[in-house]
C-alpha cells in the first residue's frame, strides 16, 4: 500500500467549474500537507501550504485538512484554462527530511 | 529573486554511462533535495542536503550519489546508467528552519533519457 494515495485523473470540467481533488495517506505521523501544480515539462509549484485539520484559503484555492479521517482535498473554485495542470499533494513528518507526494491528477479546464 | 536553476535542460545517455546534474538553489536558502519523477508518477525523495552533510536519503541504489558545495549548489551523480534511469530529475531547495520540516521550492528540472 502507498503511504499516499490520488487518484491519477484524468479530469476534464468546463470552464468556471468547481473542482475538487483529493488525496488518502496512512502515515499518522504526516503533519504537513502541500499542494503543488505541475505543468507539462516543469518542475512543481508550490499551491498551498498547511500543517493543521481545518481550511485554508488563498484566492480562488482552498486546502482541506481532515487528520482523523487521513483526507485532504484541493477545492478550485472559477476553474480557468489555466488552471489545467497536474496537481500533486505532498506531506512530510515533523523533522522530516523528505516529502512523500501523491501520483498527481491530471486537470483540464475546457474553455 | 531567481528560483532554483537545473542544468542541463536535457541529457541523453546511453546505459551504462554516468551523468552528473546540476543544481543552484534560491539565494538564502541552505538546504538542497533531490527528486525523481518517473513519467505519470510524483517525485520520489533521493537525498537531501544541508550544510554540505546529507540529511536524508531514500531508497535508491549506491549507483546514486549527491554532494553540496560550499556556496549550497549541488551535484547529483548517477553511474551505470540503466533504462529505468529516464526520469525528469528535480532539485528543491528550502531554508531548513529549526522545526525541521520546511517548504520545498522546485526547480525547472532535468531530463534524463537513457538509450
Given at each position: 500500500q502507498k503511504e499516499v494515495e490520488q487518484d491519477p485523473g484524468p479530469l476534464s470540467v468546463p470552464e468556471g467549474a468547481i473542482v475538487s481533488l483529493n488525496c488518502t495517506y496512512?502515515?499518522?505521523?504526516?503533519?504537513y500537507f502541500m499542494w503543488y501544480r505541475q505543468y507539462s515539462r516543469k518542475g512543481p509549484e508550490l499551491l498551498m501550504y498547511t500543517y493543521s485539520s481545518g481550511n485554508k484559503e488563498d484566492g480562488r484555492f482552498t486546502a482541506q485538512v481532515d487528520k482523523s479521517s487521513k483526507y485532504i482535498s484541493l477545492f478550485i473554485r472559477?476553474?480557468?484554462?489555466?488552471?489545467s495542470a497536474t496537481y500533486l499533494c505532498a506531506m512530510s513528518s515533523q523533522g522530516a527530511q523528505k516529502l512523500v507526494f501523491g501520483q498527481g491528477t491530471r486537470l483540464t479546464i475546457n474553455p | 529573486d531567481a528560483g532554483v536553476t537545473q542544468s542541463p535542460t536535457h541529457l541523453i545517455k546511453t546505459r551504462g554511462q554516468h551523468v552528473t546534474l546540476r543544481c543552484s538553489p534560491i539565494s538564502g536558502h541552505k538546504s538542497v533535495s533531490w527528486y525523481q519523477q518517473v513519467l505519470g508518477q510524483g517525485p520520489q525523495f533521493i537525498f537531501q542536503y544541508y550544510e554540505k552533510e546529507e540529511r536524508g536519503r531514500g531508497n535508491?541504489?549506491?549507483r546514486f550519489s549527491a554532494r553540496q558545495f560550499p556556496n549550497y549548489s549541488s551535484e547529483l551523480n548517477v553511474n551505470a546508467?540503466?533504462?529505468?534511469?529516464s526520469a525528469l530529475y528535480l532539485c528543491a531547495s528550502s531554508l531548513l528552519t529549526a522545526g525541521g520540516t520546511d517548504t520545498q521550492y522546485f526547480g525547472p528540472g532535468t531530463r534524463l533519457t537513457v538509450l
Open positions: 496512512s502515515n499518522s505521523a504526516f503533519q472559477d476553474s480557468q484554462p489555466s488552471d | 535508491f541504489p549506491d546508467l540503466l533504462l529505468g534511469d
